[in-house]
């Protein structure tokens, strides 16, 4: 898995960041998810070897501007760049209200079929080499965090337990070895259950806007990757609470209490200048996080591209 960053800001864009989008690729293939839309997005798109006809899907993690406003404007693109294959959206409901509005209003249709998949209701959405889980925030609208789980992790078969099973070499063998469930002797048999992993599956959590990282204590359980927003420092926490944000300490301790390898800060207060001998800057969320947090930490930026390798190891990718 790869996160590629398209807009790391929070609330505007700045001359060195847009508002909120994330790009998580698969690791075989073209396929790629889209986590936030806001204005521009597109435009960030252009910039990258992503193309909107290998999107899976998109989710948006509540309804605020900086996090989808970029959205009607991507879909319009995709259809006059050809696009014709189904795409899911996933997203609480007031966005498929505002996007069949927007639709009817400008007049605007898709050749492509939208299948949307309400957030509010915490779905698990089963993709062809990713599950999708739902998990909610606390913030000043619903919020979501999703986590991205690899399903078809490379396995081996458990020859004893099929040989047990009194299971022939064979069709069988095969079928249960693609991830296929068989009949056998008038018994449904899971594939699952006769797969040895050659690795722990791989799992990130992209989380939107929210005031109590804890919230998220179940979605980062076998995680190796948390994406999170850290809006301010501490000295701002008063103005956090009262936003529904998280500062950086706040989600740096809670990320050290669960033991979670990787941390990735991102959606920055315009407020912090990229300049660190000005402050406040960026480097104040760096250093605050990590006079907490022991593991990896990493503050994103715009088109920084992150890899999520079979063992777990996460790492940034040089620029080119």
């Known amino acids: 898995m790869n996160l590629l960053f398209l807009g790391t800001s929070a609330g505007v864009p700045t001359k060195q960041r847009n508002v909120t989008g994330v790009a998580l690729r698969e ?46 404007g991507l879909l319009a693109s995709a259809a006059m760049n050809g696009r014709e294959a189904p795409l899911t959206i996933v997203a609480p409901a007031g966005i498929k209200a505002w996007l069949d509005a927007t639709f009817e209003a400008t007049l605007l249709s898709l050749p492509f079929d939208v299948k949307f998949v309400c957030s509010d209701e915490l779905p698990n959405v089963e993709f062809e080499r990713i599950t999708v889980t739902t998990y909610r925030l606390s913030h000043r609208a619903p919020s979501y965090a999703y986590s991205f789980t690899e399903s078809n992790v490379d396995a081996a078969l458990d020859v004893d337990k099929l040989s047990q099973k009194g299971i022939p070499r064979g069709p069988l063998w095969g079928q249960l070895k693609q991830g296929v469930d068989i009949e056998f002797a008038g018994e449904r048999l899971k594939s699952r259950d006769f797969l040895i992993s050659k690795h722990k599956p791989r799992k990130v959590v992209i989380a939107g806007d929210n005031d109590q990282p804890d919230l998220l204590s179940e979605a980062c359980a076998g995680a190796q990757v948390l994406v999170h927003e850290a809006t301010y420092t501490a000295a701002m926490a008063e103005k956090a609470g009262d936003c529904g944000h998280s500062y950086a300490r706040q989600v740096a301790a809670f990320a050290e209490s669960v033991q979670l390898p990787n941390l990735v800060l991102t959606h920055f207060s315009p407020r912090y200048q990229p300049n660190p001998h000005v402050s406040p800057s960026i480097e104040d969320i760096r250093q605050e996080a990590q006079s907490v947090y022991s593991g990896s930490l990493y503050l994103a930026r715009d088109f920084g591209e992150y890899t999520l390798d079979k063992a777990g190891c996460f790492a940034e990718i040089a620029s080119e």
């Open 27 to 72: 690791s075989k293939g073209k396929g790629w998810y889209l986590i936030d839309c806001g204005e521009g997005t597109q435009h960030q798109v252009l910039h990258t070897k992503l193309s909107l006809n290998a999107l899976k899907a998109i989710l948006i993690t509540h309804v605020h501007g900086d996090h989808c406003y970029g959205l009607p």
